[in-house]
């Protein structure tokens, strides 16, 4: 074991060193050494990069690295969401970059149920995406204490849409976008977006990988028989980062593939891969075209529920992201320029967070699912109904000419949901940028066994209109069918409208 010093590329005077062992971290195209003192890693590349490839990493390094540094939300993009290369060395005439360690929530402490073999490995999306894995049958299923429930997938796939729509503003594309490249913690509903260094940099020939099966956009594969040089190419762009961004969510909140279903394109297994997911690809929950229906016969049994549309199909994801994902997977699957963007993919899944509905049974591993829109609302993961009468909270805000206007945004109580200054208010829009203040509950939810009350923490203005009363900070009101409440008498303030189903 030997302690090697390496110098930057970009500025010699920094030197950075790593401990070799002989025996590195070996991921897909880099070996990877820790630090002494394991605050950063230095991953080399195994083979040589062109003096193309070589300029493109120092870009990442500097220039993209610096404009994050120095543009909005800098720490919550560096610090939550990538794991960004900041500089980078050579040895032997290898590249190696330089990569801020992985936070300790991004390993797993018991992995296994029932096997010690993948304590400290590192929470890669695919664990979470596979059915298999989270059946308690399988002889290898995660223990639940790594799993989280439902609710955790849409906060990890929200902090993943937050990511692309950062880099494709610095009109990045990241060329690889998959389960394998974005660490993942069910349990503070975080995510990290890794392997940074094979980003499309404008004006730059990208990274000789086209993706990860499974991610790849149909355009990509189609044409990879191509030359490189060919006009007809398509080559990674932010257009194929939209396709597998799509992809990842409906895998994450649904364990599933969207275009693998029964269908056999060819008989040479080869080429039906490339069809299924190129050419030919078909969601497998096209509402108009049955041709390629998961055929449950060749489920394996572990993967028996999440793997069969009839039983948990996308419509549970309520609509906004229904919305998206016919744009995405039947309209946008052939046409990228019908993709949703990754902000019309944030705006969709932080609404439908405010409509989740709390399970009531004690034993639903996932807890939570979307309010369905019905009088007898269902949790589609165990069975069990709502038992109990729930709000539906409507949100109104002024026009420019005065008149309140419904907005496409409810809100669906539960028991200690919290309440928010853009709830209240169109003066505070609900991204990367909120401030610590921003983030403070201004108002709760609360449910007693008998009645629904909403409780004003720290809001001024704030009136009971159909009773006509202030409700001071500190004050509640009981929330009831036809309930009108003003949540601040500011500019911008919105008005709350209850519906008791």
């Given at each position: 074991?030997?302690?090697v010093?390496?110098?930057?590329i ?17 991921g897909g195209v ?7 003192k ?5 991953a080399f590349f195994r ?5 193309n490839?070589k ?26 969401i990538f ?7 050579e ?10 360690i ?29 059915p298999?894995?989270r059946?308690?049958q ?6 639940k204490s790594?799993?989280g ?9 929200l902090?993943i ?5 950062k880099?494709?503003q610095?009109?990045l ?6 389960y394998n490249?974005?660490?993942v913690d ?6 990290n ?7 499309v940099?404008?004006g ?9 099966a499974d991610?790849i956009?149909p355009e990509?594969l189609?044409t ?5 040089t060919d ?12 396709h597998?961004l ?5 895998m994450?909140?649904?364990r599933r ?9 060819d008989?040479d297994?080869?080429r039906?891969e490339?069809?299924?997911m ?5 969601f497998?929950?096209?509402?108009d075209?049955?041709?390629n229906?998961?055929?449950?016969n060749q ?12 039983k ?8 906004y992201l229904?919305?998206?994902m ?5 309209d ?10 990754a902000?019309e993919?944030e705006?969709a ?8 509905l ?6 639903c591993?996932?807890?939570w699912?979307?309010f369905?829109?019905t009088s ?7 069975g069990?109904?709502i ?11 002024k ?5 309140w206007?419904?907005e496409?945004h ?9 309440l ?6 169109k ?7 909120l401030t610590?203040?921003?983030k403070?509950?201004?108002a709760?939810?609360n449910y007693?066994?008998?009645q629904w009350i ?15 009363v202030?409700?001071l900070?500190g ?8 309930k009108?409440i003003?949540?601040s008498?500011e ?5 709350l409208?209850?519906?008791m189903?």
């Amino acid at each position: 074991m030997s302690i090697v010093r390496v110098y930057s590329i970009v500025d010699s005077t920094k030197m950075y060193e790593y401990v070799d062992d002989g025996r590195p971290k070996q991921g897909g195209v880099k070996d990877v050494y820790f630090s002494p003192k394991r605050e950063y890693v230095v991953a080399f590349f195994r083979e040589k990069q062109d003096t193309n490839q070589k300029e493109r990493i120092k870009k990442i390094v500097t220039l993209y690295h610096e404009n994050i540094k120095k543009g909005n939300a800098s720490g919550y993009y560096l610090n939550d969401i990538f794991r960004w290369p900041y500089d980078a060395v050579e040895k032997n005439g290898l590249i190696g970059v330089i990569v801020p360690i992985y936070k300790s929530d991004f390993f797993f402490t018991k992995g296994y149920q029932m096997h010690t073999t993948l304590v400290g490995g590192e929470k890669v999306g695919k664990w979470f995406t596979s059915p298999s894995f989270r059946n308690k049958q399988f002889p290898f299923n995660l223990d639940k204490s790594e799993l989280g429930d439902w609710s955790s997938y849409l906060f990890i796939s929200l902090n993943i849409v937050r990511g692309i729509k950062k880099m494709h503003q610095m009109g990045l594309a990241h060329s690889d976008l998959s389960y394998n490249n974005i660490l993942v913690d069910p349990i503070t509903k975080s995510a990290n977006i890794i392997d940074l260094d094979g980003l499309v940099v404008p004006g730059m020939f990208p990274p000789e990988v086209i993706g990860t099966a499974d991610f790849i956009a149909p355009e990509v594969l189609k044409t990879k028989h191509l030359l490189l040089t060919d006009p007809n190419r398509v080559l990674p762009n932010q257009k194929t980062d939209l396709h597998a961004l799509a992809v990842l969510l409906y895998m994450y909140l649904l364990r599933r593939h969207p275009l693998r279903g029964g269908k056999i394109w060819d008989i040479d297994s080869d080429r039906d891969e490339i069809m299924a997911m190129g050419e030919r690809a078909l969601f497998i929950e096209h509402p108009d075209n049955d041709k390629n229906r998961v055929n449950i016969n060749q489920l394996s049994k572990w993967d028996n529920f999440w793997g069969d549309p009839a039983k948990v199909p996308y419509t549970i994801l309520g609509p906004y992201l229904i919305d998206l994902m016919n744009r995405a997977l039947i309209d946008g699957l052939h046409n990228p320029l019908l993709r949703p963007m990754a902000n019309e993919w944030e705006a969709a899944l932080l609404k439908t967070i405010d409509i989740l509905l709390e399970c009531v049974n004690p034993h639903c591993s996932e807890k939570w699912f979307v309010f369905d829109n019905t009088s007898k609302p269902t949790c589609p993961f165990c069975g069990e109904k709502i038992q109990h009468s729930v709000p539906i909270i409507d949100i109104y805000s002024k026009n420019r000419e005065g008149v309140w206007k419904l907005e496409n945004h409810r809100i669906l109580a539960s028991d200690q949901k919290a309440l928010h200054k853009w709830h209240i208010s169109k003066n505070v829009i609900n991204n990367e940028n909120l401030t610590e203040e921003d983030k403070e509950e201004v108002a709760v939810i609360n449910y007693d066994g008998i009645q629904w009350i909403l409780t004003n923490k720290s809001v001024l203005g704030m009136k009971d209109m159909s009773d006509q009363v202030d409700v001071l900070i500190g004050g509640k009101v009981v929330l009831q069918h036809d309930k009108k409440i003003l949540m601040s008498a500011e500019e911008g303030g919105k008005l709350l409208y209850v519906t008791m189903v």
